[in-house]
């Protein structure tokens, strides 16, 4: 009820008072009540006038009353006069008076009009039909037939009084259920919308029909959920809709339905007149077409997030071939299209319409675009909350829920049981509890046929199921004999397979564990299960009922819930993955192939879901590939990985089925006050391990809750029993000690704390993460738990096995130990050194309380290789270290040692590992003992000189050159260093620079960039000849060695070959012939007629007597003088025989006679072609000897030796 001013103005008339839904262009009505009258407006085009009448059907009988144009029945109508007033009449327009000059009010220019109509001049019916002719230009509606405007008397609305909690309701329509085309199928629809609730964390109420219309149960909701609502009792459609039409104008309540709203009848025929008039007037929606699709695409076109809150625009939602469908619009206009369907890739319509009546309204063109993804969540979140920051109850702490059941279908055949299947599946639970925390529901068959190997044998299958249990894992029972269809069972034979095999269990499993053990929950076997079937079934469990998969196609997904509103005692579970028998021996697909499927239908489940829940079902023999090759254990693993990743919470479906309970159960109320949210949580089951979640508060956290040390950045942990949570926003957390993780499926009971410590009682088992307050100069204690780690002021703690468990942190202040800085501070640190130093670093400490810092070296495996100065922390080696010779204890080079500094009372210590590393030493050339210069005596005719060895620190490959001054004659190995003459030296005939034998040459030995070098002076020596002589008195032959041999002739005709070196041939007596050979050889004849020829190198030919070349014919001849390098030696012979001593001989002119004695003159015999040298020792001033040189001969005093 809304207070009308009468005043010629629109202004205090909200947009859900309007009632004629838009049906004529440019009119406008709207009506209400209040406690003595009707009230109406209307705006025209046009100034209204005398022409205009309301038409009121005060029975609601079209039979009774004024017939105008035969259908309206109306008892009373008001009537605008030329004067502008207006009367009520009964009968025909202006007919019999029964009130004058109503009130009213017009605007400035009379195009709108607002009048009281006194309610008990109309017998103060509760609602009244309406029909306006305004200037007898527009009739509103204009279907009028069957089809007027109801108005109805909500004055009784002062009484109802909306609750306060945060709470939804989901219609179970039996009628259209009834007309579904399964309502096994419904039943999926319901239960969708239920867990989608859970997702949006609003608690929710089931009501039916019968509720519609009571506007004191409707006004306690935020909104309404119709999974479906196209059929409705045609005797109840009008009180429904305007019970709703007051839920959604005077208390706001929104409304989320899919399809067809309120068009058929309990029969499916078409309500009377405009099938789709209550769409408008409650949703603002009308359908526009429909038909079947081949494709359909379903997009996200809500680039703002007015609903649907974290989708791109243009984001891909669904897809679907062969459906049928339905497109809506807004009747009014102003209706937003949050996405859209695109019909076989061409047409495009509206697939999520939000409305806006008096509520918040969604609009699904169909109930699969409802409940195949999780918009269904996001409208729920809009309806209720819009766009503010919202406080959802989530049933995790984490990101979604995964709750596995496994049948365990071999579990009546003792051959398997025997065979070892569950020897492989419990080890393979056990890996993955220590794994992913993995826990699941196992459901056993017992087994009735002895003879055929169809039983349990107790002994055998208890242990392996009390393994399980002590896993956290839940036995449930999957039937005694596991028959193939439940649909087709009696009730007896039903009783028999959930009742008995559920007591067996209990009696067996509580023997066997010592405590009485609940089977909580049955899961149904075979072939899907109907509606009828589930409902019998679920009288024999205790909590929970889990039957076949339902998903896109199969019915509608994540159907978990309460299967009628009748059956609120028990949860029904649907798998929303496959089984692992439809992958493998259904659909036959590959391992990779089966992995993707199961991928992909999770991320569809998990897609824009705020707490996704994931029904995974499998088989025992499926994990463990039990006689079954064609199955690939690894995708399971693949499957709990990917969840593991994403944060899931592992659970089994008694779990989840207790917590769908608990929040069916709860209530919630919130209020924001700018930056503080008070939200309150009344528990009538465990919310120990629920959560209050925020939403849209932007960038902003959780910087505290009030007396509260349970939550993270954006979610509040809840204790067992709820309560009352003060949350205040801010950029970032206030510094207090409080839990930010808890242990999956750990219920927490309760939580207290001063800001830094902390207390908490808590059943489970795991690992609980605290952010500590400041923990600087603090120590840590904890009692009832383990301290795993602290790291910076997370610490993490293990509470133990599954119990109750009581726990305390304390923080304690300390004295304020040093801290080490040095090198990076921490406790360890890595120093790089090179190597032959003995400074290593400088240990600096600081000391919060400004104490005196000693430096000491406490350990470390080489500590005794250092020292340290105790005052400045001057850290050393005692001796330098050489990487190629390590002393640390590794033999690697990296020293490892312990610095400490204390305050006297506290210390910190740093282990830092020293590395030494290397310098790159250059090579040293150790051949000829080594250094700068050496020298080497090599005796004539040897090239090989020496070999240049080298060491190198670094142990470098080495290469050998050469350079010196007499580099040139030499040669060296770049690789051995093996040193060589070119040229094999001849001492005789020396090359090197100074001539003297004595060859420079320096040697280098290189690592590539380092060298070594050594000057060599190498002394090549002569070798001594041999001494022949010859031993035949008519000649003989003497051959040298090629040194400096001595051959002796005798007084034959020897022969005497010098050879190679420097020789000295003398043929004493007879005719020799003297070949001198290589080097310098000294000739001498003797007596007789000797032929001499000196052969290379620089010869000496020596007459020591006047007899040993004589004059004439029998002269000695000289065949090969080489003027300038050869000599002829005559010294021995005086001169001057006429004078005492050894006279010198003077040389003439070539051809000049003698003048006197002790001269020497040459002519040249072109006859023999011979020089003849002759010699005058007297003064008769006649040849006394003369020697002849073959060939014309230009002589010198410089070629003898006179």
């Not at 009748?566 to 949860?571: T, Y």
Request: aromatic share 8%; hydrophobic share 40%.
């Amino acid at each position: 009820m809304t207070y009308i001013q009468i005043d010629g103005s629109l202004s205090d008339w909200s947009s859900n008072l309007r009632i004629d839904a838009g049906a004529v262009d440019g009119y406008q009505i709207y009506a209400t009540t209040d406690a003595t009258d009707y009230i109406f407006a209307f705006a025209a085009p046009t100034a209204v006038g005398a022409n205009t009448t309301i038409w009121l059907n005060t029975d609601l009988n079209q039979a009774t009353g004024y017939q105008l144009w035969g259908t309206v029945g109306a008892e009373f109508n008001v009537n605008f006069k030329s004067d502008g007033s207006a009367a009520l009449y009964s009968g025909a327009a202006g007919g019999t008076l029964v009130a004058d000059n109503l009130v009213l009010a017009y605007n400035a220019d009379k195009t709108m009009v607002e009048l009281r109509v006194p309610k008990d001049l109309l017998g103060n019916p509760g609602s009244i039909d309406t029909v306006y002719d305004i200037n007898d230009t527009a009739i509103i509606p204009s279907f009028y037939q069957d089809n007027a405007i109801r108005v109805w008397d909500d004055s009784e609305l002062a009484s109802v009084i909306p609750a306060t909690d945060t709470r939804i309701a989901i219609v179970y329509s039996a009628t259209t259920a009834a007309n579904y085309f399964s309502q096994t199928a419904y039943s999926d629809l319901f239960m969708a919308a239920q867990s989608q609730a859970a997702q949006a964390g609003v608690p929710f109420d089931i009501i039916t029909e019968a509720d519609l219309t009571d506007i004191n149960k409707l006004a306690q909701y935020k909104a309404i959920v119709f999974p479906s609502f196209r059929n409705v009792q045609a005797s109840q459609a009008d009180e429904i809709a305007h019970t709703l039409q007051l839920a959604s104008q005077e208390f706001h309540v929104g409304f989320i339905v899919s399809g067809e709203f309120m068009t058929n009848d309990e029969n499916g025929n078409a309500m009377a007149g405009n099938s789709y008039s209550r769409m408008a007037t409650l949703l603002d929606a009308t359908r526009v077409t429909g038909g079947t699709a081949t494709s359909l695409t379903v997009t996200a076109t809500d680039p703002t997030g007015v609903v649907l809150d974290g989708y791109a625009n243009g984001e891909l939602v669904n897809q679907y071939a062969n459906v049928g469908w339905n497109a809506f619009q807004s009747v009014s206009g102003t209706g937003q299209t949050i996405a859209t369907e695109t019909i076989n890739g061409s047409s495009t319509y509206a697939a999520v319409l939000a409305t806006q009546t008096g509520g918040r309204n969604v609009l699904f063109s169909s109930d699969a675009v409802m409940a195949d993804a999780n918009m269904l969540q996001r409208a729920i979140d809009y309806a209720v909350s819009g766009e503010t920051v919202t406080v959802s109850l989530n049933m995790t702490r984490d990101a979604g829920l995964v709750a596995a059941r496994v049948d365990m279908d071999q579990s009546m055949y003792i051959e398997d049981v025997n065979g070892g299947i569950y020897d492989q599946l419990v080890p393979l639970l056990q890996q993955w509890k220590a794994q992913y925390n993995f826990v699941g529901s196992f459901y056993v068959n017992i087994g009735d046929n002895t003879q055929q190997g169809i039983y349990t044998d107790w002994n055998k299958s208890l242990p392996y199921y009390t393994a399980m249990i002590g896993l956290g894992n839940e036995i449930g029972t999957h039937t005694y004999t596991h028959p193939e269809d439940t649909n087709l069972l009696s009730p007896s034979q039903l009783q028999f397979e959930f009742e008995l095999s559920t007591q067996i269990l209990e009696q067996k499993l509580s023997a066997a564990l010592g405590y009485a053990y609940t089977i909580e929950g049955a899961a149904i076997p075979g072939a899907p299960e109907t509606l009828t079937t589930s409902l019998a079934i679920e009288q024999y469990v205790k909590t929970y009922l889990t039957g076949g998969y339902t998903g896109q196609g199969a019915g509608y997904p994540n159907a978990f819930g309460y299967l009628t509103p009748g059956s609120q005692d028990k949860v029904y579970i649907a798998p929303n993955t496959f089984f692992d028998f439809t992958l493998f021996d259904w659909l036959h697909l590959s391992a990779a192939d089966a992995s993707a499927l199961w991928q992909s239908q999770y991320e569809k489940i998990v897609s824009q879901a705020d707490s996704p829940v994931v029904v995974w079902p499998w088989h025992d023999y499926g994990a463990t590939a039990f006689n079954s090759p064609n199955y690939a254990p690894e995708i399971f693993n693949t499957f709990l990985a990917q969840a593991a990743a994403d944060g899931m919470e592992f659970v089994t479906l008694a779990d989840l089925a207790n917590r769908i309970n608990a929040f069916h159960g709860a209530k919630v109320t919130t209020s924001v006050s700018g930056n503080t949210i008070t939200a309150n949580v009344t528990a009538s089951g465990n919310v120990g391990t629920f959560a209050f979640d925020l939403q849209g508060q932007g960038s902003q956290v959780i910087s505290s809750v009030a007396g509260w040390y349970a939550y993270d950045s954006d979610s509040v942990f809840l204790p067992q029993n709820g309560g009352t949570f003060v949350i205040t926003l801010g950029a970032a957390q206030t510094d207090v000690t409080h839990i930010i993780d808890l242990p999956m499926r750990a219920t927490l009971m309760s939580v207290t704390g001063n800001g830094t410590n902390l207390s908490f009682q808590i059943q489970g088992e795991g690992t609980v993460v605290i952010d500590l307050s400041d923990p600087t100069n603090k120590s840590v204690q904890v009692s009832g738990a383990t301290i795993v780690s602290q790291v910076g002021d997370k610490l993490t703690i293990d509470i133990g096995p599954v119990g109750s468990h009581t726990v305390t942190v304390t923080q304690t202040s300390l004295n304020h130990a040093p801290v080490i800085e040095s090198n990076g501070g921490g406790d360890t640190a890595a120093i790089s050194l090179a190597e032959n130093l003995l400074a290593v670093t400088a240990v600096i400490a600081t000391d919060a309380d400004a104490n005196a810092l000693t430096y000491s070296i406490t350990g470390g495996a080489d500590a005794s290789k250092f020292t340290i100065n105790a005052t400045t922390g001057a850290l050393a080696f005692l001796a330098a270290p050489n990487f190629e010779v390590p002393t640390d204890v590794g033999g690697n080079n990296v020293y490892d040692v312990v610095v400490t500094a204390s305050d006297g009372a506290l210390t910190d210590s740093q282990a830092l590992a020293v590395t030494v590393t290397n310098v790159n030493e250059a090579p040293v050339i150790t051949s000829n003992g080594g250094g700068a210069t050496a020298s080497i005596s090599l005796a004539e005719n040897n090239a090989a000189v020496t070999v240049v060895t080298s060491t190198d620190p670094e142990n470098t490959a080495r290469t050998y050159s050469l350079s010196g001054t007499d580099a040139a004659r030499f040669t060296i190995d770049a690789a051995t260093g093996a040193l060589s003459f070119v040229n094999a030296p001849d001492f005789e005939n020396p090359t090197d620079v100074g001539a003297n034998n004595v060859y420079n040459v320096v040697v280098t030995a290189s690592d590539g960039s380092l060298t070594d070098t050594q000057a060599l002076a190498i002394t090549v020596t002569n070798k001594k000849g041999v001494t022949l002589n010859a031993s035949s008195s008519t000649g003989s032959v003497l051959n040298g060695t090629g040194e400096e041999d001595q051959l002796n002739g005798w007084k034959g005709a020897d022969t005497l070959y010098g050879l190679g070196g420097n020789d000295r041939l003398d043929g004493a007596g007879g005719n020799d012939r003297l070949y001198g050979g290589d080097g310098k050889d000294v000739l001498i004849g003797g007596a007789g007629t000797d032929i001499m020829s000196g052969g290379a190198g620089a010869d000496r030919f020596e007459f020591n007597a006047l007899g040993n070349s004589v004059t004439g014919a029998l002269h000695d001849v000289i065949t090969d003088f080489e003027a300038g390098i050869d000599l002829i030696d005559v010294s021995s012979i005086d001169a001057n025989s006429g004078k005492g001593g050894n006279q010198t001989f003077v040389l003439l002119a070539e051809g000049a006679a003698f003048t006197g004695v002790g001269q020497l003159r040459y002519f040249y015999d072109s006859a023999t072609d011979q020089t003849i040298v002759q010699g005058n020792v007297n003064n008769n001033l006649a040849a006394d000897f003369e020697i002849a040189l073959s060939g014309h001969q230009t002589l010198s005093a410089s070629m003898f030796i006179l």
